[in-house]
């Protein structure tokens, strides 16, 4: 097959992310082989060292869970227990995946109200219970294990520390750190971005007329048509209507937006709309040539910019599969798969795998990923699509509800050509 997933400037952003931490992992790999190399005693201890950096890490994310929550902030995904997954399921307003051994507890969060005192307590408490706990453990082992921790849980951290935000583009120290403002940060800053954030959640989750109902009181906000849109855009897509969600009139970029946050915003934009571009053609066929012509372009924009790694890859697996290149298109929905905490995300990774299985001629694998999509989001359209494409049989029943017409959506900005809503692709401007 022909690989087509490849995009110019895709691999400097890969090779920085891996660079950054390989030049990290070093000292590790240097300090183990120094201590495997001695009498086996050090190399007890540092096996010791190693075990007990597992367990802080596993205990510090639990407790943090905990802090999560006394803080008021809704579990999005609860993880419980390490190994293989067991099974993986919506349990009223968060996924829940628990694993063959129950030795750890883990999760996301999502702060309901004041989400920038929320997060920065979130995260916080996170560094300084895995700092903490290492401190007291080192100061009761051996010196080869203390090391070991201090090693290891140094290192750890500093690549934790030194993620990038994807709705921002700042740094996790930095935003731990620096006070959010309104052209750096706004997702923390103003509270009509956090509002929407939270409304977008639950449309994810399929609770359309809560998200609506915050859509209404955003449109009521000053100074907020750019919350307005991500939401409606958000609400369109988690309904399927692909088509009005590109027709959706975004604001132009604000002048004083810091460097980072334009460039976070540009890449995630055309991220979505590559997507949206080449859902739209797999419901509609007819539309497959100008969406793949369109959505290479802002794959392209993507790929050259500096927020590559964090963008979202659903566009690029379905320019793949498309292109006929299911290799690549397996390679960009793992990382979609790893990374989806909602609903929609993971039905969307799952639909897309289960395409890829077709292709590959696994029929029956196919339809087993499609029934697990219908059972996490029975209300989304995309599932129904996929299965008649890949013509397999899904066990479980899918929710047929009518779809009302989404609420102050202004047809005014929908033009007759389509995807001609936010003015030209990337290359074009």
Request: charged residues 20%; proline residues 7%.
């Amino acid at each position: 097959m022909a690989r087509t997933g490849a995009h110019p400037g895709d691999s400097k952003a890969v090779i920085r992310a891996r660079a950054r931490s390989l030049i990290l992992v070093v000292p590790l790999i240097t300090f183990e082989l120094a201590a495997l190399s001695g009498p086996p005693t050090r190399a007890g201890q540092f096996a010791l060292g190693v075990a007990l950096s597992v367990a802080a890490i596993i205990l510090s994310s639990a407790l943090t869970m905990a802090v999560g929550i006394v803080l008021g902030a809704r579990v999005l995904w609860l993880n419980i227990g390490i190994g293989p997954r067991l099974s993986r399921r919506v349990v009223g307003d968060h996924v829940r995946v628990v694993r063959l051994l129950p030795i750890a507890v883990g999760g996301v969060v999502l702060p309901r109200r004041r989400a920038a005192l929320v997060w920065r307590a979130f995260t916080g408490s996170y560094f300084v219970l895995l700092i903490a706990l290492t401190a007291v453990a080192a100061s009761l082992l051996p010196a080869w294990s203390a090391l070991t921790m201090a090693v290891i849980i140094a290192v750890f951290s500093i690549l934790m520390a030194t993620n990038r935000d994807p709705s921002s583009g700042r740094m996790i120290i930095s935003r731990l750190l620096i006070a959010p403002k309104r052209h750096t940060d706004p997702g923390m800053a103003r509270p009509d971005r956090s509002s929407a954030a939270v409304a977008a959640i639950d449309a994810q989750f399929g609770d359309f007329p809560q998200a609506e109902a915050a859509l209404i009181r955003l449109r009521a906000e000053p100074d907020a048509a750019l919350s307005v849109a991500l939401l409606t855009v958000e609400l369109l897509a988690a309904r399927g209507e692909y088509d009005k969600a590109l027709r959706v009139p975004f604001p132009e970029p604000d002048p004083a937006d810091a460097p980072r946050l334009t460039d976070a915003l540009s890449a995630m934009n055309s991220a979505r709309s590559a997507k949206l571009m080449l859902l739209a053609a797999e419901r509609d066929p007819q539309l497959a040539a100008k969406a793949l012509s369109m959505a290479g372009a802002h794959l392209r924009s993507v790929a050259a910019s500096g927020m590559a790694a964090q963008s979202d890859r659903t566009g690029r697996a379905l320019s793949a599969l498309a292109n006929g290149d299911a290799r690549t298109a397996a390679k960009m929905n793992r990382v979609c798969l790893a990374r989806a905490r909602t609903p929609l995300a993971l039905a969307d990774a799952l639909c897309t795998q289960a395409r890829i299985e077709a292709v590959r001629g696994r029929a029956k694998k196919a339809a087993k990923r499609l029934d697990e999509a219908a059972r996490l989001a029975p209300w989304y359209p995309r599932v129904m699509t996929v299965r008649q494409i890949v013509g397999a049989e899904t066990a479980t029943i899918m929710q047929q509800q009518p779809l009302p017409a989404l609420a102050g959506t202004d047809t005014a900005h929908v033009f007759s050509e389509p995807w001609s809503v936010t003015g030209p692709t990337p290359e074009e401007s």
